[in-house]
């Protein structure tokens, strides 16, 4: 009698296991990155730091319940004291849960006689099947203290010129998305030129031009900017003339 009870409640267990449903991945953990020194690169007023918490890298497969990211990026002055915060999720305009920073770093945005370096920042938001690249500049204002955004895109490919007649310039390209493609096709892509202009809390890049070429891609080409160039260039000077 004592057996069959052993075997009947072994039985009960595996029949609740298999009715437990599906484990859900726990909730975004974040990772606070070291401070970026940004005086000695822009010369601000006072020890200005940027400090990014971003959620750390995510299982490829991903479910979540937890609503947008909550990774972010703040400007801190210990003396005297300020912080301005910016969520990657109202940067972006994303819902996406997992957002991860992949660098941050300053870059020259134009050349020449008037030259201009910002602070970019390179993250990217996971969905279930794959992932979007995003790209947010920040330069510093002196006279309001204060680093302003100039540009927040969400784009496969993001150069930014800093010579030759693109100079100041900034170029996105995305897949162009013709019925019938699939995630193998290939793709045309949707080029955006964006402008610096501007200085302080004025600078920003404007959208001057989009086309879609004519030419198709390879879904895993990362430099149709580069081949485009050429167009890109012949382009912005005829709208320039």
Known sequence: MRAKQIVLTAVVTLLGQRSLPAQRPAAPQYRQQPPFNLKGAFGTTGDWKAVVTAAINPAREIVSDEGASQSRICFIRAAPAASRCAYFRDLFHSKLAFQVMSSLSVRPLRSGSSPVSGLVMKADAFYSTGQIHETAIWVYDPQQDRFHLTAAVDSGE?????????????????????????????????????????????????????????????????????????NIEAQVTSLHR
């Open 158 to 230: 993001v150069r930014v010129f800093t010579s030759g007649p693109l100079n100041g310039f900034l170029v996105t390209a995305d897949w162009h998305r013709d019925q019938g493609d699939t995630r193998w096709s290939d793709h045309r892509r949707d080029i955006t030129v964006y402008r610096y202009s501007g200085n302080g809390g004025e600078a920003q890049f404007g959208k001057v031009l989009s086309y879609t070429t004519t030419k198709r891609y390879s879904a895993e080409d990362t430099g149709s900017i580069d081949t485009e160039q050429a």
